[in-house]
T-cell receptor
Framework: EAGVTQFPSHSVIEKGQTVTLRCDPISGHDNLYWYRRVMGKEIKFLLHFVKESKQDESGMPNNRFLAERTGGTYSTLKVQPAELEDSGVYFCASSLFNQPQHFGDGTRLSIL | QQQVKQSPQSLIVQKGGISIINCAYENTAFDYFPWYQQFPGKGPALLIA?????SEKKEGRFTISFNKSAKQFSLHIMDSQPGDSATYFCAAPGRYNFNKFYFGSGTKLNVKP
């Protein structure tokens, strides 16, 4: 069984540019989550999809972040325009209903 | 809201020793506390989890101890091996949302040969 896949693994962009991160969950997992870890700090929840619906987006930092999950399969997280404080590792996770979350390897985002 | 405090930030243990990492949480209506293990360049992988109808859960060399009244839980790694060197995260579910996990800040474990 393929795990959670994230693209790209690394992204380096300049402040003000746009970046789109992609996550492919484990097949059959209706629940999809986005998390972020800023250097040395805790892994912070961003949002939770159930199929294509946003169940909880209370962790999204501001309106420069937009997450979508059209068709309830893969998800994208767009940052526009990117700011320096957006640098960090963005993790995606997926799960079955009320089951453990499985994480991808993350996208390391660097804003210059 | 929920806050999870994890300590220590880093830990050096000799091969064969016991590694102990502690976590404390504030509030949750749900009883499920996982520990994740992360190797460099990889995502966190579920290591072991406890549903505190028991105060302890053991899987091989890894044991979770849970103290519900103190709102604390800890990970013990017995007979620590160099291959255990990784960053460990504890997590607790949110107060109102089981699927919204709050993570500790991580403990970087280095097991010396």
């Amino acid at each position: 069984e393929a795990g959670v896949t994230q693209f790209p693994s690394h992204s380096v962009i300049e402040k003000g540019q746009t970046v789109t991160l992609r996550c492919d969950p484990i097949s059959g997992h209706d629940n999809l989550y986005w998390y972020r870890r800023v250097m040395g700090k805790e892994i912070k929840f961003l949002l939770h999809f159930v199929k294509e619906s946003k169940q909880d987006e209370s962790g999204m930092p501001n309106n420069r972040f937009l997450a979508e999950r059209t068709g309830g399969t893969y998800s994208t997280l767009k940052v526009q325009p990117a700011e320096l404080e957006d640098s960090g590792v963005y993790f995606c996770a997926s799960s079955l209903f009320n089951q453990p979350q499985h994480f991808g390897d993350g996208t390391r985002l660097s804003i210059l | 809201q929920q806050q999870v405090k994890q300590s220590p930030q880093s830990l050096i243990v000799q091969k064969g020793g016991i590694s102990i990492i502690n976590c404390a949480y504030e509030n949750t209506a749900f009883d499920y506390f996982p520990w994740y293990q992360q190797f460099p360049g990889k995502g966190p992988a579920l290591l072991i989890a406890i549903r505190p109808d028991v105060s302890e859960k053991k899987e091989g060399r890894f044991t979770i101890s849970f103290n519900k009244s103190a709102k604390q839980f800890s990970l013990h790694i017995m007979d620590s091996q160099p291959g255990d060197s990784a960053t460990y995260f504890c997590a607790a579910p949110g107060r109102y949302n089981f699927n919204k996990f709050y993570f500790g800040s991580g403990t970087k474990l280095n097991v010396k040969p």
